[in-house]
């Protein structure tokens, strides 16, 4: 059987290093990539499919051409959007996904990567800090929400279907590439606009997250995909929180901008932000010694560049 990749939402921030490590690290492997539009993927992909994971019956179609040996699921919704809109996506177009994977005559040799989210853990209190695996998830969004439905839909798959999942619950992500919209890429095309003396608009600068540059975390995939036990969750993240004005400080001193003042902006404020972020990291390294390679400063760096 012809080893071979699928990794559904390939255009995403995440799906274009997964796709670039893949091919550095596995020129042997064969991987077959979806998205919700039309792109040019040549250098990356073997195969580019333009899908849509609702539609039942294209995904079936999908899964029977590709017939793969592994898969990293990505694609989801994202964005700002109704609950209906999270749910149909992110819950019931997996399931259209793992319902096809699991009538797989291999199914049961598959192993498969879910990018879950930190976002799921929600109103996290001081005293549970470091979170765990075990830690209850309290969603504060629609996201969220569609997320620890998906999160449960990936276990009841491993239970009831015996389809490998291994669900990999990422924390703060950055890198090159990241989306314009997040911190610390909305610092940065800031930045890049203004001079010293002039001023900089910010949200709320105290709360501390846990960051963790995007090509550690497809390490993690792969490392996963090797040795990870399916049925298992592991967060993916560096173990260690910075406060946000931390990282506006650092891009700073990269920039060569010290002469600069801060206004906060009310719309850029979160009615639920949650004081402190930090994992546990410990499942992760016990099952397959990773730990991320990539500093906060480095990471940066490269976004800056």
């Given at each position: 059987?012809?080893?071979?990749?699928?990794?559904?939402?390939?255009?995403?921030?995440?799906?274009?290093?997964?796709?670039?490590?893949?091919?550095?690290?596995?020129?042997?492997?064969?991987?077959?990539?979806?998205?919700?539009?039309?792109?040019?993927?040549?250098?990356?992909?073997?195969?580019?499919?333009?899908?849509?994971?609702?539609?039942?019956?294209?995904?079936?179609?999908?899964?029977?051409?590709?017939?793969?040996?592994?898969?990293?699921?990505?694609?989801?919704?994202?964005?700002?959007?109704?609950?209906?809109?999270?749910?149909?996506?992110?819950?019931?177009?997996?399931?259209?996904?793992?319902?096809?994977?699991?009538?797989?005559g291999?199914?049961?040799?598959?192993?498969?990567?879910?990018?879950?989210?930190?976002?799921?853990?929600?109103?996290?209190?001081?005293?549970?800090?470091?979170?765990?695996?075990?830690?209850?998830?309290?969603?504060?969004?629609?996201?969220?929400?569609?997320?620890?439905?998906?999160?449960?839909?990936?276990?009841?798959?491993w239970?009831?279907?015996r389809?490998?999942?291994?669900?990999?619950?990422?924390?703060?992500?950055?890198?090159?590439?990241?989306?314009?919209?997040?911190?610390?890429?909305?610092?940065?095309?800031?930045?890049?606009?203004?001079?010293d003396?002039?001023?900089?608009?910010v949200?709320?600068l105290?709360?501390?997250?846990?960051?963790?540059?995007?090509?550690?975390?497809?390490?993690?995939?792969?490392?996963?995909?090797?040795?990870?036990?399916?049925?298992?969750?592991?967060?993916?993240a560096?173990?260690?929180?910075?406060?946000?004005?931390?990282?506006?400080?650092?891009?700073?001193?990269?920039?060569?901008?010290?002469?600069?003042t801060?206004?906060?902006?009310?719309?850029?404020m979160?009615?639920?932000?949650?004081?402190?972020i930090?994992?546990?990291?410990?499942?992760?390294?016990?099952?397959?010694?990773?730990?991320?390679?990539?500093?906060?400063?480095?990471?940066?760096?490269?976004?800056?560049?």
């Amino acid at each position: 059987m012809t080893n071979r990749l699928l990794v559904t939402g390939a255009t995403g921030f995440v799906g274009n290093w997964t796709l670039r490590h893949w091919r550095k690290e596995h020129p042997e492997v064969e991987v077959w990539a979806t998205g919700d539009q039309s792109t040019c993927l040549d250098e990356l992909a073997d195969k580019y499919s333009v899908i849509d994971l609702r539609d039942g019956n294209a995904v079936r179609e999908l899964v029977h051409d590709c017939n793969p040996t592994q898969v990293i699921h990505l694609a989801g919704l994202v964005t700002e959007a109704s609950l209906t809109e999270h749910i149909t996506v992110n819950v019931l177009g997996t399931g259209n996904l793992y319902d096809a994977l699991a009538k797989m005559g291999h199914s049961t040799e598959m192993r498969i990567i879910q990018a879950g989210t930190a976002a799921i853990y929600g109103r996290v209190r001081p005293e549970e800090l470091p979170i765990t695996e075990k830690n209850p998830l309290r969603p504060l969004t629609a996201y969220a929400l569609s997320k620890v439905a998906q999160d449960y839909l990936a276990e009841m798959f491993w239970r009831t279907r015996r389809l490998n999942v291994i669900r990999a619950r990422i924390f703060n992500l950055l890198g090159p590439g990241q989306p314009e919209h997040l911190v610390p890429a909305s610092f940065i095309r800031q930045l890049k606009a203004i001079c010293d003396g002039e001023s900089l608009q910010v949200g709320n600068l105290t709360p501390r997250r846990d960051f963790v540059d995007v090509r550690d975390v497809v390490w993690a995939f792969d490392k996963l995909l090797a040795g990870g036990k399916p049925g298992k969750v592991y967060n993916v993240a560096s173990g260690t929180s910075i406060a946000i004005k931390d990282i506006l400080n650092e891009l700073f001193s990269i920039s060569g901008l010290h002469d600069v003042t801060t206004n906060e902006d009310f719309e850029r404020m979160r009615k639920n932000d949650v004081p402190d972020i930090v994992a546990d990291i410990t499942s992760i390294t016990e099952a397959i010694g990773w730990r991320p390679k990539i500093s906060l400063r480095k990471s940066l760096e490269a976004m800056w560049e």
